[in-house]
């Protein structure tokens, strides 16, 4: 169906009851019914809730950057949208609706594949078939509804009937979705008449910005994370201020500034202190732009080789000059643009903690509606230099409860502040001499994280809980589950593979499904990256910590090996 960016949708697309039928009644009836139950209005209230009520949630996974080089550094970056398909296991309720947005039109294989995990609807206990042979109905959009004027400006597709809509912006640059939809932004209007006024409704995003505030304004629904006023607590400086209003430990450090020379003054000031402390030097400190996320503002300045005469202080200038020496987050930045960065984006300085048992775990919570804090997970963070590629869940025993515990504090004074929707707390964490754990807060996500993704897949696959006082989660059957989970498995090999090429791949090898039964085994994403990048992020369900660690180390193998067949 062919109609202009401002047209309304066809009556079918609004008027289909829970089981997908036509019924021209059925909008009446949704305006008419009251979905919130008593137990609804009290609980905290999240867009995951077991519920028989309503849901309507709509997903918008824009991966807007700080840093609109990001797009270019990381090649196929788009595709990492897919990381919030774990959406679609919303689905296994059987009032819920789920709105999709997109960069590129989601493949049938991918929907198929997604919908082949969802255990039955609990409570009618039918089970989502996806048929990805039927017809679908999409309505496309063109410049004053003329299909021969000009390229598709955006299409909505109705891929389950009154249950799953994929709302595709076609978007053709390398940028976030947000940039797209904002010009093309008569679609949100489209879609508000297909949202029930009385549904539990969430406009669930990665990160929040100008676009996903008004979205969430003029469709009327809540948005599940912070206002963008409120992100400077999610940036560098922003989150030193709230761990010391928390209590939490955190790295020596220097205020935010954008003058390369204060920030000279500040590092001296810093060895200045440790030495006061009669502390072990200073050997090395990080410099990190105050709002880029994954690591990609950091850069190591190694102190030992800074001339030091007699045991002073070097000056400024010294400092100054050694500032060159830093080493960069990537091969093709210089340290003259790093430093031009500091000028523009702003830079702290922080300590480099490292030594015996150095790891990087984070932890992650969500605060609802409400202003209710939960802790849902802690993570070991697997890093390649200072970048994120994956993470294992939970992160050790020796100190993941003390992780919670310190994020729980912190995200009190985040929800003291307005802040709602998922955050992440990144720490490092060392052993001291007489063998204990210390723990120093480093940085707050106030996003969507790495590891939000594949603890939403196994929380909405197995329906358990997470138990704060042992850092575990377990199954509706009691049995605790472990995950190792990576964005990055990707092989030349892979290259060329469509979507349903790898699904037809898993189907063929069980070593490539998810065990129903015993709810162990892979589940993939970004199956939409191979074609182009031979990439592929994968989640490794099992039930111990080394059964996972196992997985997914075997995992390319397997993966490439079936391939190849």
Not at 111 to 134: M, R, W
Not at 456 to 473: E, I, V, W
Request: proline fraction near 5%.
């Amino acid at each position: 169906m062919v109609s202009s960016i401002s047209s309304p949708l066809p009556p079918s697309m609004l008027s289909r009851n829970k089981k997908g039928e036509y019924d021209e009644g059925a909008v009446m009836q949704q305006q008419q019914q009251q979905v919130h139950s008593d137990k609804d209005k009290d609980a905290p209230n999240y867009y995951w809730t077991p519920t028989t009520s309503a849901l309507d949630v709509v997903v918008f996974p824009s991966m807007t950057q700080d840093c609109p080089d990001d797009f270019k550094r990381f090649p196929g970056l788009g595709h990492y949208e897919e990381r919030h398909l774990f959406g679609v296991f919303l689905l296994q309720h059987s009032q819920s609706r789920i709105f999709y947005f997109s960069s590129y039109p989601l493949d049938p294989a991918i929907v198929q594949y997604y919908t082949s995990l969802l255990p039955p609807c609990a409570d009618d206990d039918n089970k989502i078939e996806f048929d990805s042979s039927s017809p679908m109905q999409t309505t496309d959009f063109f410049e004053d509804g003329d299909a021969n004027a000009g390229s598709r400006l955006c299409s909505i597709t109705e891929l389950i009937p009154g249950r799953l809509y994929n709302v595709c912006a076609h978007n053709d640059d390398d940028g976030p979705l947000a940039d797209e939809v904002h010009q093309k932004y008569d679609l949100v209007h489209t879609i508000k008449p297909m949202l029930r006024p009385h549904a539990r409704s969430f406009l669930l995003c990665y990160r929040t910005t100008e676009v996903e505030e008004k979205m969430a304004q003029d469709l009327g629904i809540f948005l599940f994370g912070s206002a963008p006023s409120l992100d400077v607590w999610g940036s560098k400086s922003g989150s030193r201020s709230l761990f010391k209003d928390a209590g939490v430990p955190h790295a020596l450090g220097i205020p935010l500034t954008h003058d390369v020379r204060e920030l000279a003054e500040g590092l001296r000031g810093m060895m200045q202190e440790k030495m006061a402390g009669n502390a072990n030097k200073m050997d090395k400190v990080v410099v990190k732009l105050d709002q880029f996320s994954a690591g990609g503002g950091n850069a190591l300045l190694d102190l030992s080789t800074l001339p030091m005469k007699d045991g002073e202080i070097p000056s400024v200038d010294a400092i100054m000059s050694h500032l060159d020496h830093m080493e960069m987050p990537f091969e093709s930045t210089s340290c003259d643009e790093f430093k031009h960065q500091i000028e523009e984006y702003g830079a702290i300085v922080e300590e480099w903690l490292d030594g015996e048992g150095y790891c990087a775990p984070s932890c992650q919570g969500v605060i609802s509606e409400s202003g209710d804090v939960a802790i849902i997970s802690t993570h070991e963070q697997l890093l390649q230099g200072q970048q994120y590629i994956g993470c294992k869940f939970p992160a050790a025993k020796g100190y993941r409860v003390r992780l919670s515990e310190m994020a729980l504090r912190v995200g009190k004074v985040m929800s003291a502040k307005g802040m709602r929707g998922h955050f992440g707390v990144d720490f490092v964490v060392r052993r001291k001499a007489n063998g204990e754990w210390d723990v120093n807060a480093i940085e707050i996500n106030l996003r969507y994280t790495g590891t939000t993704g594949p603890y939403m897949t196994m929380a909405l696959l197995m329906g358990g809980r997470y138990d704060f006082k042992s850092g575990l989660y377990y199954s509706r059957e009691g049995q605790a589950k472990y995950y190792a989970e990576t964005d990055g498995l990707h092989h030349a090999s892979l290259i060329g593979l469509s979507p349903s090429d790898f699904v037809s791949i898993i189907n063929d090898d069980t070593s490539l499904q998810l065990d129903s039964t015993s709810q162990t085994g892979p589940v993939f994403h970004m199956l939409g990256a191979l074609s182009k990048y031979g990439k592929v992020g994968v989640t490794c369900l099992a039930e111990t910590e080394e059964a996972a660690k196992d997985m997914l180390l075997e995992m390319e193998s397997r993966v490439v090996n079936a391939a190849r067949i």
